[in-house]
């Protein structure tokens, strides 16, 4: 029989591990950097082998890129870019009903035109024979989910090998809003790959601030073996600059080996559960 004292101590762990799973305690941060060393050095992982004189270059706002530790979605740390500014992204998500209270992500640097704001990273660098393919992880989530499923917003995310677009959905389909929420009065029609972070349901709502986000997604594709590549990591808005989007990549994921099974801690039963439970209608907003 167990004794009461030992009853009382495993209902403590218990207590603390499910208070650590739905805090901001978790020590979720983002730190802002727009150095290129410091972005290369965070997405290079130690299996490398047959890359080489890498170089980096990066397009958009400062304050549109970073590094990130403790996520909520498994991948623990990394590189972040984002169509607003990465340092508002971690926190509870307070404002997912545009109708009554607005939104937590919508910075606009200013983009105009159908596309808005763009962040991208170029890394060119030599493969030789021993470097077969690139292969790492991501995640991508946005501010526009769900309400803009199916409308002009349609914000995008591309990882371009050589100008391939490879970065793709479970099915095939490039990765967008649209492709992810469909028809935002028809949640059936949701992707797979979604999940939906609603200010109450979502479990990781206290976290991060996105109304919805991707699974750990991977990304594969075969280089150019004894010439040079290039990696083009892309995330822009799409017919205004409103509303952020934003993509995390794993940290030191980026490598010519095999890659490894990914583990989807925030992705499973109640986390899909959550999402499915509050289906949310499209609503209108107004647009600077």
Known sequence: MIKSHKIAALAAILTGA??????PAMAFSIGTTNNTETLKNNLLGTKTEGLSDFSVSITGNEAAFGTFINDPFGLQSGVVLSTGRVADIAGRNLKDNVMTNGFDLNTDFGAKGATGDLTQINFSFF????????LFEYVFGS????????SKFNDNFELLLNGQNLAKLSDGKAVTI????PNADNRSTDSSDYINNPAVGGLAANIIKLDGYTKVLGFEGFLKQNQRNVLSIRIQDVGDGNLDSAVFIKGGSMRSAQAEAVPEPMTMGGLMAGGAML???RKLRRRK
Do not use: C, Y
């Open 143 to 150: 501010e526009e989910f769900p309400e803009f499923g199916g």
């Open 18 to 23: 499910m208070s650590l799973l739905a805090s």
């Open 127 to 134: 493969a030789d024979s021993m470097a077969e393919k690139l």
């Open 178 to 181: 649209n492709n992810l929420v």
């Open 279 to 281: 289906a949310a209608g």
